[in-house]
């Protein structure tokens, strides 16, 4: 079992550039969240998809953030444009009938 | 979700058993105490959960209070890798997918 797998582990990008996060889940994990996590806010809920359909984004920041889910094996999270205050650890997870899996993150830096 | 208290931050002797104390005074008949830990620079990794039973697993054992208004995680002997930030979490195992993480306990094991 890999875990879940997240791409790139680190991204730096200028403000206003669009910036793609992906993820894949453990296989037969049906529910994927996208968390982010800061100093100042710690762990934040973003978006939460079950069985591929988004069930609850009111953690989205904002309509430059965008997620999807096409298949149960892949999800992207994209912002566009970037900005500074975007710079963040994006965290991907999958949930099994337990606990949560997290993947290792991707650190975004937007300069 | 009920609120959960814990300490700051605590030292722990590499070998020692580890002792994590958390408050969770409004829990409701229902809801699950969870834990979980972040390594360094790593996603957040999933430990134990309990209702009202006392629990082990490999990893630790999880100590609830017969009111359930608070439990202890205790890892019988720390290594120096078990050095992180712990998460007490409470919540509803069922049709609740949110995951609320507060600012946790940060162990760290001293040789």
């Known amino acids: 079992d890999a875990g879940v797998i997240q791409s790139p582990r680190h991204e730096v990008t200028e403000m206003g550039q669009e910036v793609t996060l992906r993820c894949k889940p453990i296989?037969?994990?049906?529910?994927l969240f996208w968390y982010r996590q800061t100093m100042m806010r710690g762990l934040e809920l973003l978006i939460y998809f079950n069985n591929n359909v988004p069930i609850d984004d009111s953690g989205m920041p904002e309509d430059r953030f965008s997620a999807k889910m096409p298949n149960a094996s892949f999800s992207t999270l994209k912002i566009q444009p970037s900005e500074p205050r975007d710079s963040a650890v994006y965290f991907c997870?999958?949930?099994?009938?337990?606990?949560?899996?997290f993947g290792s993150g991707t650190r975004l830096t937007v300069v | 979700d009920a609120k959960t208290t814990q300490p700051t931050s605590m030292d722990c002797a590499e070998g020692r058993a580890a002792n994590l104390p958390c408050n969770h005074s409004t829990i409701s008949g229902n809801e699950y105490v969870y834990w979980y830990r972040q390594i360094h620079s790593q996603g957040p990794q999933y430990i134990i959960h309990?209702?009202?039973n006392n629990e082990t697993n490999e990893m630790a054992s999880l100590i609830i209070t017969e009111d359930r208004k608070s439990s202890t995680l205790i890892l019988p002997h720390a290594t120096l890798r078990d050095t992180a930030v712990y998460y007490c979490i409470v919540r509803a195992r069922l049709n609740d997918y949110k995951l609320s993480f507060g600012a946790g306990t940060t162990v760290t094991v001293r040789a």
């Open positions: 309990g209702l009202k």
């Open positions: 997870a999958s949930r099994g009938d337990v606990g949560y899996t």
């Open positions: 296989s037969g994990h049906n529910s």
